[in-house]
């Protein structure tokens, strides 16, 4: 941490960092969207275990040193608010 930011200065930057997740997951949630369309016009599953594993595997390996440790907390709880959207379809 650099010695002159404040509390204040780096709540505005977890504030910043925020809306860009927001935007992403907008986005990600626009995408589960559009797959659980296909799903449900193919009668396909909505779950796929295979590609969840998948996904949490690769996004093992990308991600930085400090997120590591919750990538599979984060990602199973998206998963499964992906899921629940497309079980609504």
């Not at 927001?22 to 626009?30: S, T």
Request: charged content about 35%.
């Amino acid at each position: 941490m650099e010695n002159n930011e404040t509390l204040a200065d780096l709540r505005l930057q977890i504030d910043a960092a925020d809306e860009k997740v927001l935007a992403a997951l907008a986005e990600r949630m626009r995408v589960a969207k559009k797959i659980g369309e296909l799903k449900k016009e193919s009668g396909g599953a909505v779950m796929d275990a295979d590609r969840e594993a998948q996904k949490l595997v690769a996004l093992q390996d990308k991600a930085e040193k400090i997120l590591k440790p919750y990538i599979s907390r984060i990602y199973s709880v998206l998963f499964e608010v992906s899921r629940d959207l497309q079980s609504k379809l």
